[in-house]
């Protein structure tokens, strides 16, 4: 359940003023895009704070209009270095590329934390080089293995030609592969506590990195207990100008060639030879791999039918699911997929494959449809049961609701974030012991407070 801010307004300040003792750090690798790994960072930091913790975020880019503007101004992530202005070529990298090499100086100019989180890399690297300088333990938090040096077998097909920067980066991984290696695998199993992005890829992080993990996945903000699902099945909604007709089929993501947005595609075109022409609609910044998609669209005669409307605003991406007859997910070898429980969050049942981080939030025929493995045909036949039946449509999109309630909320994962921080500071021994104490002292009043408020607004 999650604590909403007028339960915590109701705590004195006093009580809030004693849960507000200990500092934490989040290094992320970045923040130049509105995608799920990005969300995640800026809700886990926001859900940590209303549990009490002062927390700072970092980044060694910080791109204030490309990545969930609302949510960056609410965070205030900082950039670990100055930033390059946006003419430089390859900024991005640079900037990633000097946090990483710079990282012990890094180490000295940061303020004093009593924990460390560092997500993804470089993230969980300049963690550990803070850690080791500073003496102040650490976690780690994964959405996946390090790609660039365990790639899948979708990276392997496409490359990473979405941007120059991501192939210069991977060029020069390349040749220092071996430095890298070492470096990612030393960090990520020096870590006090290793958290990854739900059970699927947990196992396969387990598996690569050989210890032990704690699943933390990523979540949702649950619907306010009065909410009602908004028509979906007549009318039309309006978004960034367009007036797009219902039912419509949403696809939230980053437009990256490893999410595969051609499968879907072809999945509403063959949806379109049996008479059902509902338009499919995307979200999201435009890459060079939109441009694609743009093309195939238009090869196959979808001009009308496949509406990309760029990014929305954090209302309009609520009133979007709250609309949506189906949601689809055509990533064939996704992590976890953070859309997937936005969208059961808004009742709205979901089209995804029986494979990867999909197998762990849609519980099939209950939440959703899992299509067989590469299988438009399949992926197309779910889309349109669901399309055809909307009484069955809205039986799934009630049990994702409850699934997305019971299972995956910001709340829920910022209480395992705190257990995991409590845990590493019960237990390290880099920390003094005065220190190691009063900032234990300061998680036990963190937690009655939340207990308290978790009491209160369920009663």
Same mark, same amino acid.
């Given at each position: 359940?999650?604590?909403?801010?007028?339960?915590?307004?109701?705590?004195?300040?006093?009580?809030?003023?004693?849960?507000?003792?200990?500092?934490?750090?989040?290094?992320?690798?970045?923040?130049?895009?509105?995608?799920?790994?990005?969300?995640?960072?800026?809700?886990?930091?926001?859900?940590?704070?209303?549990?009490?913790?002062?927390?700072?975020?970092?980044?060694?880019?910080?791109?204030?209009?490309?990545?969930?503007?609302?949510?960056?101004?609410?965070?205030?992530?900082?950039?670990?270095?100055?930033?390059?202005?946006?003419?430089?070529?390859?900024?991005?990298?640079?900037?990633?590329?000097?946090?990483?090499?710079?990282?012990?100086?890094?180490?000295?100019?940061?303020?004093?934390?009593?924990?460390?989180?560092?997500?993804?890399?470089?993230?969980?690297?300049?963690?550990?080089?803070?850690?080791?300088?500073?003496?102040?333990?650490?976690?780690?938090?994964?959405?996946?293995?390090?790609?660039?040096?365990?790639?899948?077998?979708?990276?392997?097909?496409?490359?990473?030609?979405?941007?120059?920067?991501?192939?210069?980066?991977?060029?020069?991984?390349?040749?220092?592969?071996?430095?890298?290696?070492?470096? !990612?695998? %030393? =960090?990520?199993?020096? &870590?006090? +506590?290793?958290?990854?992005?739900?059970?699927?890829?947990?196992?396969? $992080?387990? @598996?690569?990195?050989?210890?032990?993990?704690?699943?933390?996945?990523?979540?949702?903000?649950?619907?306010?207990?009065?909410?009602?699902?908004?028509?979906?099945?007549?009318?039309?909604?309006?978004?960034?100008?367009?007036?797009?007709?219902?039912?419509?089929?949403?696809?939230?993501?980053?437009?990256?060639?490893?999410?595969?947005?051609?499968?879907?595609?072809?999945?509403?075109?063959?949806?379109?030879?049996?008479?059902?022409?509902?338009?499919?609609?995307?979200?999201?910044?435009?890459? !060079?791999? %939109? =441009?694609?998609?743009? &093309?195939? +669209?238009?090869?196959?005669?979808?001009?009308?039918?496949?509406?990309? $409307?760029? @990014?929305?605003?954090?209302?309009?991406?609520?009133?979007?699911?709250?609309?949506?007859?189906?949601?689809?997910?055509?990533?064939?070898?996704?992590?976890?997929?953070?859309?997937?429980?936005?969208?059961?969050?808004?009742?709205?049942?979901?089209?995804?494959?029986?494979?990867?981080?999909?197998?762990?939030?849609?519980?099939?025929?209950?939440?959703?449809?899992?299509?067989?493995?590469?299988?438009?045909?399949?992926?197309?036949?779910?889309?349109?049961?669901?399309?055809?039946?909307?009484?069955?449509?809205?039986?799934?999109?009630? &049990?994702? +609701?409850?699934?997305?309630?019971?299972?995956?909320?910001?709340?829920?994962?910022?209480?395992?974030?705190?257990?995991?921080?409590?845990?590493?500071?019960?237990?390290?021994?880099?920390?003094?012991?005065?220190?190691?104490?009063?900032?234990?002292?300061?998680?036990?009043?963190?937690?009655?407070?939340?207990?308290?408020?978790?009491?209160?607004?369920?009663?």
């Amino acid at each position: 359940m999650a604590l909403s801010s007028t339960t915590l307004d109701r705590l004195s300040e006093r009580e809030l003023e004693d849960a507000r003792g200990l500092r934490l750090a989040v290094i992320h690798c970045g923040f130049t895009y509105s995608g799920g790994g990005e969300r995640l960072v800026l809700e886990q930091v926001l859900a940590l704070r209303r549990r009490g913790f002062t927390v700072d975020c970092y980044a060694p880019t910080v791109d204030e209009d490309a990545c969930f503007p609302e949510l960056i101004r609410e965070v205030r992530p900082r950039s670990l270095f100055p930033q390059l202005p946006r003419w430089v070529p390859f900024r991005e990298a640079i900037q990633l590329a000097a946090a990483s090499l710079f990282a012990p100086l890094l180490a000295l100019t940061l303020p004093r934390y009593d924990a460390i989180v560092g997500q993804n890399q470089p993230g969980v690297w300049i963690a550990w080089i803070v850690s080791s300088l500073r003496r102040r333990p650490y976690l780690a938090y994964l959405n996946q293995p390090c790609r660039l040096i365990y790639p899948r077998d979708v990276d392997v097909q496409t490359g990473w030609k979405t941007k120059a920067d991501y192939e210069l980066l991977d060029w020069v991984i390349q040749r220092i592969a071996h430095f890298v290696a070492w470096a !990612d695998r %030393t =960090s990520v199993r020096s &870590a006090h +506590r290793l958290l990854v992005d739900g059970a699927f890829i947990g196992g396969r $992080i387990a @598996e690569v990195y050989e210890r032990d993990v704690t699943d933390c996945p990523g979540g949702c903000h649950p619907a306010p207990p009065a909410y009602v699902r908004g028509e979906f099945e007549t009318g039309s909604i309006a978004v960034n100008g367009s007036s797009i007709p219902k039912p419509y089929v949403l696809l939230t993501n980053r437009h990256y060639p490893q999410k595969r947005f051609d499968l879907v595609i072809r999945a509403m075109e063959r949806l379109s030879t049996v008479g059902i022409d509902v338009p499919l609609v995307v979200t999201g910044g435009a890459t !060079d791999y %939109t =441009s694609e998609l743009i &093309a195939l +669209r238009d090869r196959l005669g979808m001009r009308e039918h496949v509406l990309f $409307i760029g @990014e929305v605003s954090e209302p309009d991406l609520q009133r979007l699911y709250s609309e949506a007859a189906v949601y689809v997910y055509p990533s064939p070898e996704e992590d976890f997929g953070l859309g997937i429980v936005e969208a059961m969050a808004r009742e709205v049942p979901v089209v995804a494959w029986a494979h990867g981080g999909p197998t762990v939030t849609v519980e099939d025929g209950v939440t959703g449809l899992l299509a067989r493995p590469g299988s438009v045909d399949d992926f197309s036949k779910h889309i349109g049961t669901l399309l055809r039946d909307p009484e069955t449509a809205r039986a799934m999109g009630r &049990a994702g +609701r409850e699934r997305a309630e019971t299972e995956f909320s910001w709340a829920t994962h910022a209480a395992r974030l705190h257990v995991a921080v409590r845990g590493t500071l019960e237990g390290s021994s880099t920390l003094p012991a005065r220190t190691r104490a009063l900032a234990l002292g300061r998680m036990t009043s963190i937690a009655a407070i939340a207990d308290a408020a978790l009491a209160g607004h369920e009663a």
